[in-house]
């Protein structure tokens, strides 16, 4: 029982960047590994949590005893886990493409010649899964927690993200190119809460996930009704 708090809790993860198609061999993406989303799932699960993975497209492998379902786009991603059962926590750390091509051509656009370039690329906005998953509803998950990258003013934009987002926790970090956060193996980041803003010193995405992993299962025990 000590070493499975969160046993019987329904925990939905969602990783990885998304592709969004121009035509069957182009796509719009960014440089998230996946790593982070991957090692929060890991280390959930290993605290007992049944944990289902909802995973952009990365070379990464399956956490062992974690359900992952593979997507593509942001509107896949998003049909998935908003049809899963209803979740007790939900953590976020996709890079959910913000943005998507107006329109995908169904056969490769072509180049009629050198100097041929497409009409300019126009974009419409993504559904916001965080945001979704967050509205107050008879289902929504009893903690869901969000992801802030920037690249400047973190606190303060991580804390206008919270409220904006209705989420209940965020976690912030820095992704200026400098840091070496965005596909790299460290990560330093600041957890938002109900209570205040806590700074966590730099280490490997493993270390956040299982300290991360721990914080979820201590807010559980304090729920009177755990
Ligand atoms: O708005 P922004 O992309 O900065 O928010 C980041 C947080 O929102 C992350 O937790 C990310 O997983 C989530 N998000 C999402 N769907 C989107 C955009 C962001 O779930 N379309």
């Known amino acids: 029982q000590e070493e499975t708090p969160l046993a019987g809790k329904k925990v939905v993860v969602t990783a990885g960047p998304t592709h969004e198609p121009l035509d069957p ?49 942001a509107r896949d991603m998003q049909a998935t886990v908003m049809g899963l059962p209803p979740q007790d926590v939900a953590v976020c750390t996709a890079a959910v493409a913000d943005w998507r091509p107006a329109s995908e051509a169904n056969q490769k656009m072509k180049k009629k010649d050198r100097s041929d370039v497409p009409a300019p690329l126009s974009l419409v906005a993504n559904p916001d899964i965080l945001a979704d998953l967050s509205m107050p509803s008879a289902s929504r998950p009893r903690l869901v927690v969000g992801f802030a990258a920037e690249t400047e003013n973190v606190e303060s934009y991580a804390i206008a993200k919270r409220a904006r987002k209705g989420c209940d926790w965020i976690v912030a970090n820095d992704v200026s190119p400098a840091t070496n956060v965005m596909g790299g193996l460290e990560n330093q980041i600041l957890l938002i ?34």
């Open 25 to 73: 061999v182009r796509y719009l993406a960014n440089r998230s590994s996946g790593r982070q989303g991957y090692a929060i799932a890991d280390a959930l699960a290993d605290l007992g949590a049944d944990v289902t993975l909802v995973s952009g497209p990365t070379e990464l492998r399956a956490p062992a005893g974690v359900e992952v379902i593979p997507c593509e786009t």
């Open 193 to 226: 809460t109900q209570d205040g803003v806590e700074y966590w010193p730099r280490m490997t995405k493993e270390e956040v996930a299982r300290r991360l992993a721990l914080s979820i299962s201590d807010w559980f025990c304090s729920k009177s009704d755990f």
